[in-house]
């Protein structure tokens, strides 16, 4: 059964940096996109970062400068380096990854959600 795990949310002061991993279990064939989603209470879940098997990248216009998503492939790995972090970042994070089960299905599957609050 594919899992993804989440972990590296917290409490930050604004300015302030958090690091959040996902890792998908080793029941899996390979790893499409890769990406990052955030919800704020009251809001629509929206499209933070992507990063393809190929290693490109995009950004909302909202973190460009001040997050950095990155993988590594070889531990079924997505990162996000967040930095200079705002209020208005607070959110609960998901990850998100295409990718190929051992049955060669290819599917969307999602994190469980983490808590990022960045205080004022």
């Known amino acids: 059964q594919v899992q993804l795990v989440e972990s590296g949310g917290g409490l930050v002061q604004a300015g302030g940096s958090l690091r959040l991993s996902c890792a998908a279990s080793?029941?899996?064939?390979?790893?499409?996109?890769m990406r990052w989603y955030r919800q704020a209470p009251g809001k629509q879940r929206e499209l933070v970062a992507t990063?393809?098997?190929?290693?490109?990248?995009n950004y909302a216009d909202s973190v460009k400068g001040r997050f950095t998503i990155s993988r590594d492939n070889a531990k079924n790995t997505v990162y996000l380096q967040m930095n200079s972090l705002k209020p208005e970042d607070t959110a609960v994070y998901y990850c998100?990854?295409?990718?190929?089960?051992?049955?060669?299905?290819?599917?969307?599957?999602w994190g469980q959600g983490t808590q990022v609050t960045v205080s004022s």
């Open positions: 998100n990854a295409n990718l190929i089960n051992l049955a060669k299905d290819t599917g969307d599957y």
């Open positions: 080793k029941s899996i064939f390979s790893i499409n996109t």
């Open positions: 990063i393809t098997s190929g290693g490109t990248t």
